[in-house]
């Protein structure tokens, strides 16, 4: 069935993250929004049909027997996000949790993390020396979970 005419663009939105990997650094391409297609698309009842007895398709976001269209403004977004250049580096640590610095000058201490930074891939713990807790600013590499 040809369905060029009704059936514009098919997209699995994707954004570059840096995942680590045994210590080492991997840049990867990881979904947005995990088990969701955007289809643009006339909405017709040949293409609903279509869409909804594709292989893979389970269920679809609207209300009984519709799909809610996505905004013009949120596919923009959605389409910015899938083109920026600078990979997010994916950690898997929250704030709060306590870690154990396993490299550089703080090798052995343990701490809480007070802050992450995704965009940097930077994580800072605080680390109780001398009866006080001072600020580490460490690389995600550089602690592991406890």
């Known amino acids: 069935v040809d369905m060029a005419d009704?059936?514009?663009d098919v997209m699995v939105p994707k954004e570059k993250q840096i995942q680590i990997k045994n210590g080492k650094r991997k840049v990867v391409d990881a979904k947005i929004f995990q088990g969701y297609v955007l289809v643009e698309m006339k909405l017709t009842d040949e293409t609903w049909y279509i869409v909804r007895n594709t292989p893979?398709?389970?269920g679809f976001v609207g209300a009984d027997t519709t799909p809610t269209p996505v905004s013009d403004k949120e596919i923009t977004k959605i389409k910015k996000r899938m083109g920026v250049e600078e990979p997010?580096?994916?950690i898997d640590f929250s704030v709060g949790e306590v870690v154990s610095i396993i490299d550089g000058p703080f090798k052995g201490f343990d701490g809480s993390i007070a802050e992450i930074d995704a965009i940097k891939g930077k994580i800072k713990v605080m680390v109780s020396m001398f009866g006080r807790d001072t600020p580490v600013e460490l690389d995600a590499l550089q602690v592991k979970k406890v």
């Open 56 to 58: 893979g398709v389970t």
């Open 88 to 90: 997010k580096h994916q």
């Open 6 to 8: 009704k059936i514009f």
